[in-house]
């Protein structure tokens, strides 16, 4: 019997080059259904038949964060058995079912529903796609291939909110098309995502086969030191990121008095500037080796930006209003990518499980992005800026206290 030939190099970059560029198309359109209330806001706002408050919104992003935090635990324990090609079409169809359940509510409870639904959807995605990748892409290359993988949030982010207003406010008039829409393009990837990896399936379940059981996994993801300082790192920087992601478009229609069109284009600068900041710090760390530096320069450039902002909303001038989340995305993209993916995919592999590590991180910084969604609602002006600056100034002093105390 003939034997196989070996792969080769080549074969090798270009196979693990296809499962991230399926991993980047599947990541961006979990955006498309998470990202649809926020853009529904500025018209469930006007709609006096709404049965939403703003305060009830703010409960409401807070649900999701709640549930969407618990599932990065859960889904980073089953990710080690389960794989990509069963959890990631699976989220995207349970994703699109809760965006249509969303675009039929008329009271609050079913809002209520469908946000659990949602949030439980959003988290299968990251972990068991992290993992995938870890394994697949020699540490060298790490950094950027994350970094890549982390713009897939960002162009998620970029793209869904100006995409679905169009939708929901120039073509059919009514915020309820934003859920429509944003399920529609759920469920055409999901099937894209399981059909395009029935080819290799059979090597990704390989590549995510362990020994140890999912529960010992993230046992020992939760035990180590190193990832607990990552997750208190990133509880401490997400409130940023899910205050001005789910907010945005609400605050530059307050600072500028446009209209929903114009302020959810205004807020997408944040996201704009993320395509290319994940590439950078990723291509930064893989040369100097260490992601630690990068991550902590990110942070702290981070919370000067965000002290900063409410004095250039006080300009009420949209280009200086759309630079200032542009200048604020540019150094929090980077780091954030850093923490939730890489440092903690490569923590994972070394002492418990990939997608356990990330699991952790990415669920205990999301337990962090509840206040980020919620205290909008309830706070506004220089005091949110300014809580959610000393914050991520934190996340960077602890990275340091924890770099000294290791080489101690």
């Known amino acids: 019997m003939a034997g196989t030939a070996p792969v080769t190099h080549r074969q090798t970059v270009l196979g693990w080059r296809r499962a991230l560029a399926l991993s980047w198309i599947a990541y961006l359109t979990y955006y498309f ?94 972990p068991v796609l992290c993992l995938d990748v870890v394994r697949r892409v020699p540490a060298t290359a790490r950094g950027t291939a994350f970094g890549v993988l982390s713009t897939s949030y960002v162009a998620g982010g970029l793209i869904a909110p100006p995409l679905l207003g169009w939708f929901a406010y120039s073509v059919f008039a009514t915020w309820r098309a934003a859920f429509l829409v944003a399920a529609g393009v759920a469920l055409c990837v999901a099937a894209l995502y399981w059909f395009a990896t029935s080819e290799h399936g059979a090597s990704t379940e390989s590549s995510l086969t362990v020994k140890q059981p999912a529960g010992r996994a993230m046992l020992a993801a939760l ?65 100097q080796g260490r992601r630690r530096p990068v991550v902590i320069t990110g942070l702290l450039l981070c919370a000067v930006l965000l002290l900063i902002l409410p ?7 949209v280009l200086a209003v759309a630079l200032g989340f542009f200048a604020i995305g540019l150094a929090f993209y980077g780091s954030e990518s850093l923490l939730t993916g890489v440092a903690a995919a490569e923590r994972g592999a070394a002492n418990s499980d990939a997608s356990a590590a990330v699991g952790v991180v990415n669920g205990v910084g999301s337990l962090g992005a509840i206040l980020g969604g919620m205290l909008p609602g309830y706070v506004h002006g220089p005091a949110l800026f300014n809580g959610l600056a000393v914050a991520c100034a934190g996340a960077a002093l602890l990275l340091v206290i924890a770099g000294r105390h290791a080489q101690a």
């Open 33 to 126: 259904p998470r990202l649809a209330f926020a853009v529904a806001k500025l018209g469930l706002l006007g709609d006096p038949a709404a049965p939403l408050s703003r305060a009830a919104m703010g409960v409401l992003d807070g649900l999701f964060l709640t549930l969407y935090a618990l599932g990065q635990f859960i889904w980073g324990a089953a990710g080690v058995r389960l794989g990509p090609r069963i959890l990631v079409p699976a989220g995207l169809v349970l994703a699109a079912g809760a965006a249509g359940l969303m675009a039929k509510a008329q009271t609050l409870s079913i809002f209520l529903v469908a946000m659990t639904i949602q949030g439980i959807a959003q988290s299968t995605g990251w």
């Open 311 to 317: 004095f250039i909303a006080q300009t009420a001038q």
């Open 223 to 287: 035990r180590d030191r190193d990832v607990q300082v990552l997750a208190l790192a990133d509880f401490l920087a997400k409130p940023a990121l899910y205050a001005i992601q789910f907010w945005g478009p609400v605050m530059a229609a307050e600072w500028l008095r446009q209209g929903p069109v114009v302020a959810t284009f205004v807020a997408a600068a944040f996201s704009l500037a993320g395509l290319a900041a994940p590439v950078v710090a990723g291509i930064l760390s893989d040369r």
